[in-house]
């Protein structure tokens, strides 16, 4: 077998206590896999944001300050910041994360992360792969 054809195949579960808990681990595993360097409070602010579909409401803004023990200012911050590198949206009016990384929390997440060399990034038929959002089966998408 070839170098280049050896694949590590890795499997990892994780229990959360909650909604809020879950989306923060992917949204650190996206920010990491991305070098976003997101803080923690970044973090927080883009799962608190996902779940509740905007942050743009005062009683959002008020709940997301008493359960992380922050400032509206910050909020502020964070949301400038995040519009900037595409992670928040405005729609409608509204500051939502984009639509691109936003998943359903209550249920259940498979991820099926891809990492290759460069060099075999061209060879790779796997990333012609989709996956179902229900049950992460694969299917060809030709």
Same mark, same amino acid.
């Given at each position: 077998?070839?170098?280049?054809?050896?694949?590590?195949?890795?499997? @990892?579960?994780?229990?959360?206590?909650?909604?809020?808990? @879950?989306?923060?681990?992917?949204?650190?595993?996206? $920010?990491?896999?991305?070098?976003?360097?997101?803080?923690?409070?970044?973090?927080?602010?883009?799962?608190?944001?996902? #779940?509740?579909?905007?942050?743009?409401?005062? =009683?959002?803004? &008020?709940?997301?300050?008493?359960?992380?023990n922050?400032? &509206?200012?910050?909020?502020? =911050?964070?949301?400038?910041? @995040?519009?900037?590198?595409? #992670?928040?949206?405005?729609?409608? $009016?509204?500051?939502?994360?984009?639509?691109?990384?936003?998943?359903?929390? *209550?249920?259940? #997440?498979?991820?099926?992360i891809?990492?290759?060399?460069?060099?075999?990034?061209?060879?790779?038929? *796997?990333?012609?792969?989709?996956?179902?959002?229900?049950?992460?089966?694969?299917? $060809?998408?030709?």
């Open positions: 077998m070839e170098a280049q054809n050896n694949k590590v195949v890795q499997k @990892l579960a994780m229990q959360h206590s909650d909604k809020y808990k @879950l989306a923060q681990k992917y949204y650190s595993l996206l $920010s990491a896999l991305n070098n976003l360097k997101l803080t923690e409070r970044e973090i927080q602010l883009v799962a608190y944001t996902a #779940i509740k579909g905007t942050i743009t409401y005062a =009683n959002a803004r &008020t709940e997301f300050c008493q359960m992380y922050t400032t &509206t200012a910050t909020i502020n =911050n964070i949301v400038s910041k @995040l519009k900037k590198v595409g #992670i928040f949206i405005k729609e409608d $009016s509204k500051v939502k994360v984009n639509p691109v990384i936003v998943l359903d929390f *209550d249920k259940h #997440i498979n991820l099926f891809q990492l290759e060399h460069e060099e075999d990034r061209q060879d790779s038929n *796997d990333t012609e792969r989709t996956y179902s959002e229900e049950d992460g089966s694969g299917s $060809s998408s030709e």
